[in-house]
């Protein structure tokens, strides 16, 4: 047992092992993002019990994740974008005048003030090409 112990790893195969174990628990996150908005119809906050929903948007090297986000029309709420990639990004969105540069491993939250009904844009202005969107809609009870 103890020589097994001993025996060194090469780099290569530890990174393999390492992203075949997390890939799956990153995997289940987003899958348990899609989940809840399917059972509600809206995007899971952050913090539920809060008395101003944040919604986390993570920028990654040209990608936006979540890509489409769905929020509750005519309400108030955060918005927390983190940076998680290796470059800089620019959170941007015209229609809701929000922009916020970010550097590696940076996040900021915003408040988006009540939004009527419809389709609003966020991009990376740094990546071109790279798009959201946020759906605003109405609540049915």
Same mark, same amino acid.
């Given at each position: 047992?103890?020589?097994?112990?001993?025996?060194?790893? =090469?780099?290569?195969?530890?990174?393999?092992?390492?992203?075949?174990?997390?890939?799956?628990?990153?995997?289940?996150?987003?899958?348990?993002?899609?989940?809840?908005?399917?059972?509600?119809?809206?995007?899971?906050?952050?913090? =539920?019990?809060?008395?101003?929903?944040?919604?986390?948007?993570?920028?990654?090297? #040209?990608?936006?994740?979540?890509?489409?986000?769905?929020?509750?029309?005519?309400?108030?709420?955060?918005?927390?974008?983190?940076?998680? #990639?290796?470059?800089?990004?620019?959170?941007?969105?015209?229609?809701?005048?929000?922009?916020?540069?970010?550097?590696?491993?940076?996040?900021?939250?915003?408040?988006?003030?009540?939004?009527?009904?419809?389709?609003?844009?966020?991009?990376?202005?740094?990546?071109?090409?790279?798009? #959201?969107?946020?759906?605003?809609?109405?609540?049915?009870?």
């Amino acid at each position: 047992m103890s020589r097994l112990l001993k025996m060194k790893m =090469p780099k290569k195969a530890f990174l393999c092992v390492v992203v075949t174990c997390l890939a799956p628990l990153w995997l289940s996150a987003a899958h348990a993002q899609e989940t809840a908005t399917e059972a509600t119809g809206f995007s899971e906050p952050v913090d =539920p019990g809060a008395s101003v929903p944040t919604y986390k948007i993570e920028l990654k090297d #040209g990608a936006l994740l979540p890509e489409t986000l769905v929020v509750p029309a005519k309400t108030r709420f955060k918005l927390h974008v983190t940076n998680i #990639g290796t470059k800089p990004s620019e959170f941007e969105s015209n229609q809701m005048r929000l922009e916020e540069v970010l550097f590696m491993g940076m996040d900021v939250t915003m408040t988006v003030t009540p939004l009527d009904s419809g389709e609003y844009d966020y991009f990376d202005e740094f990546q071109p090409g790279v798009m #959201g969107k946020l759906i605003a809609k109405e609540v049915t009870q």
